[in-house]
């Protein structure tokens, strides 16, 4: 058993090292994940890239761990109902678990909270708190998830986005039999909302995307999307306008706004939404101010929500939907990382490496 882990660690914007941190000791009430797989995110690209808070100390990233149980506390155990060899999935937040809004099942919401996977600086003790190390540090108020262990580990670790598919657009959007889903944008999550929406029985989904995003519209189209339509270049469409004729005029029942940094697609939401509809907002703006027309929400009586990522139904109803294996969900994984090329991972999945179309980027710090 080695006294050190390695990880991989972002000092700057577009700079990873992979350091060494000592081995946690391990109590009655923590535990150590080995570290299977992790997804990169979208955030995490922008995270990289210095678009999100590009001050941020060292950290590690990570924030879609899923592993092997190696030690755990007999309190733990108890806690969590794990024992040592289950396959665990980490949920990004954790809460005190103690205080009124984690004991009435707001946790998301927990003002108590001090840590995070993937967010946490390696500063704060004992530092391995993202998933692109070999291993994770199961502090006493993580939130585990098991996962069949028999899945493939790079289908098994998208729970995460699949989990936002699952509560954006249904549990959040209240997508339904019959219902129409404009999704904007074609990413993990845009594709992932097409498999929830497909489950849920939606009538009509619509997704947007760039030239550049073909063979993710490809997907899109595979996994049940009945129109994809191109944004920019040559061949770009008016969104608002092509919704109205698919619907006849109705419009969209549910739009999500999935798009990182654009601002046009907010404006284009709003307007693509039928009267009475349900606007779901997920696409991060590195906090710049986008102008909003409130009159539209107003004269439409529209329902505007914000995503704060997923929940524990949400990665409940996601893993049930991996387990599965209703879907070919291998065709979303594109590329398998080991942890020294971290880096690339960010790059390929941020369609910064020419020839790579990157969907579902998963590192592997163990080398499975």
């Not at 993710?216 to 189209?221: F, I, P, S, T, V």
């Not at 999500?256 to 654009?262: D, G, I, K, S």
Request: proline share 5%.
């Amino acid at each position: 058993m080695a006294d050190t882990v390695r990880a991989a660690v972002q000092v700057a914007p577009r700079k990873i090292e992979i350091q060494e941190f000592a081995r946690p000791v391990i109590g009655p009430d923590d535990g150590l994940l080995r570290v299977e797989a992790n997804g990169i995110c979208g955030s995490d690209v922008e995270w990289y890239r210095g678009h999100l808070n590009p001050d941020r100390p060292p950290t590690i990233p990570g924030h879609e761990p899923m592993g092997i149980v190696e030690e755990i506390g007999d309190a733990a155990a108890e806690r969590w109902g794990v024992q040592v060899g289950d396959r665990v999935a980490l949920e990004v937040i954790v809460p005190c678990r103690s205080c009124l809004d984690c004991l009435t099942g707001r946790y998301q919401a927990c003002r108590n909270r001090r840590y995070g996977h993937g967010v946490t600086p390696v500063s704060v003790a004992p530092a391995l708190w993202g998933g692109l190390a070999e291993h994770l540090y199961l502090t006493p108020g993580a939130v585990l998830h098991k996962i069949d262990k028999s899945l493939p580990a790079e289908l098994a670790v998208m729970f995460n986005p699949l989990g936002a598919g699952v509560r954006w657009a249904v549990h959040l959007g209240g997508v339904g039999f019959g219902d129409t889903l404009l999704v904007l944008g074609a990413g993990q999550r845009g594709l992932a909302s097409v498999i929830a929406a497909r489950a849920a029985g939606a009538g009509t989904i619509i997704v947007t995307g760039l030239e550049a995003d073909e063979h993710k519209l490809a997907l899109a189209r595979e996994f049940g999307a009945d129109h994809t339509l191109v944004v920019d270049g040559e061949n770009a469409v008016d969104v608002v306008e092509r919704v109205r004729e698919i619907t006849d005029g109705a419009l969209a029942d549910v739009v999500l706004e999935l798009t990182p940094m654009a601002h046009a697609p907010v404006g284009q939401a709003l307007a693509a939404a039928r009267h009475g509809g349900t606007v779901v907002l997920a696409g991060l703006k590195g906090n710049a101010e986008v102008p909003l027309r409130t009159d539209v929400i107003i004269n439409r009586a529209l329902t505007v929500r914000g995503a704060f990522g997923v929940d524990a139904r949400g990665y409940a109803e996601a893993i049930a939907i991996i387990e599965s294996r209703r879907f070919p969900l291998e065709k979303l994984h594109t590329h398998t990382f080991g942890l020294d090329d971290t880096a690339l991972a960010m790059e390929v999945l941020g369609g910064e490496v020419p020839g790579e179309q990157g969907v579902h980027v998963s590192v592997h710090p163990n080398g499975q």
